[in-house]
């Protein structure tokens, strides 16, 4: 008797919700055996770390601003997995967004009305998301170049030349030293809701509600999806797919921009370092774990600026490294990608080779 894996004709809705639920059940299974290794509660390290989240108004609200950028970048992320493109770039999409917003409120600022300000650095913070995950998408649509390399690869140009300009070019004469561009001017200041929970949370919500909208309901989503599950299929039905590439590869990198351009006006009011957090890379795993819903999005990343914010926690009150956060990410990302595999595939039972083959 031997097994075998067999594609599924038609997915079963119970397993999208299931299999991601087990997947996560899971992850927590095998963190605690590794936290167990250390010497240490598992039980006890999830509760510091859900105390560390929500356990006054103050850490929810910590816990809230780092979600507003996972919720962008996943969301980004989302267009460009639903038609199985490799968008491996949100991290310097997010950054390069960050430098275009900031660009506006330094330089800009002196030019245009102080209302228009905000409008002018979100539509450049867009713009250069966009361009810069518009790189990688002419280069597979016009060449055929594998995307997964040159959109990993163009985080580590994008997150350098950042740190050129707030170290070199933009650095702040009254700084001291210090890296990072002068303060922006109020004009420049993404508005708060409360505490640091900047207006980024609106934008976020807003984007997702958009985004569902166009994936399940309009033509443009449609032949996305076609894309993704079967080029042969979308070329037959006369989908135009290197176009489709680079307006998807657009919007995806502009929505992580403008979560660049949420951390530079709405919490560092400047350019500075810390503006490439992970959050790119930890909205891959937002994204498969939504199952592409950006609806489900929304969740996924308030869970994953729990494990951010409760590692900080977790450091504080037992010791162990505020890491233990990023550690639980990867955890979750190995059985929800084993998940994954078994929401498309079967397995299936044969006697021979002969029978698989057929």
Request: aromatic share 12%; net charge positive; hydrophobic share 55%.
């Amino acid at each position: 008797m031997k097994f075998v894996f067999e594609k599924r004709k038609t997915q079963l809705k119970r397993l999208l919700f299931l299999i991601p639920f087990i997947s996560f059940v899971g992850s927590l299974f095998l963190s605690g055996l590794l936290l167990l290794a250390f010497k240490t509660n598992p039980l006890m390290v999830y509760g510091a770390m859900f105390k560390g989240a929500f356990g006054n108004w103050f850490n929810f609200q910590e816990t809230l601003v780092k979600a507003i950028p996972l919720m962008l970048a996943g969301c980004g992320v989302i267009i460009a997995f639903r038609m199985r493109f490799w968008n491996i770039g949100a991290e310097g999409q997010l950054v390069m967004g960050g430098i275009f917003a900031a660009w506006v409120s330094l330089f800009l600022i002196d030019f245009i009305p102080p209302w228009l300000v905000l409008p002018a650095a979100f539509t450049a913070a867009l713009i250069g998301g966009g361009l810069w995950a518009g790189i990688p998408a002419i280069l597979k649509a016009k060449l055929g170049v594998d995307e997964t390399l040159t959109s990993l690869m163009l985080n580590y140009v994008a997150i350098i030349f950042c740190q050129y300009l707030y170290n070199v070019v933009w650095i702040d004469p009254n700084g001291y030293g210090f890296p990072g561009s002068k303060i922006f001017d109020k004009a420049a200041w993404l508005p708060r809701l409360t505490g640091r929970v900047h207006l980024g949370l609106i934008f976020a919500l807003i984007i997702a509600l958009v985004l569902w909208f166009m994936l399940k309901k309009t033509k443009w989503g449609f032949e996305l999806k076609i894309i993704g599950e079967s080029p042969m299929t979308a070329k037959y039905l006369g989908i135009n797919i290197p176009k489709n590439i680079i307006i998807a590869l657009f919007i995806s990198g502009g929505i992580s921009g403008i979560a660049g351009m949420g951390e530079v006006t709405g919490i560092a009011h400047r350019l500075t370092h810390g503006l490439d957090m992970g959050y790119g890379f930890t909205a891959i795993i937002i994204a498969w774990m939504s199952q592409l819903n950006p609806i489900a999005a929304i969740f996924v990343s308030i869970l994953m600026s729990v494990l951010l914010v409760g590692g900080d926690q977790v450091q504080r009150t037992m010791g162990l490294p505020s890491a233990i956060g990023l550690l639980l990410q990867g955890m979750i990302l190995f059985p929800l990608l084993a998940g994954a595999l078994f929401s498309e595939y079967r397995v299936k039972s044969i006697k021979s080779i002969g029978e698989a083959v057929k």
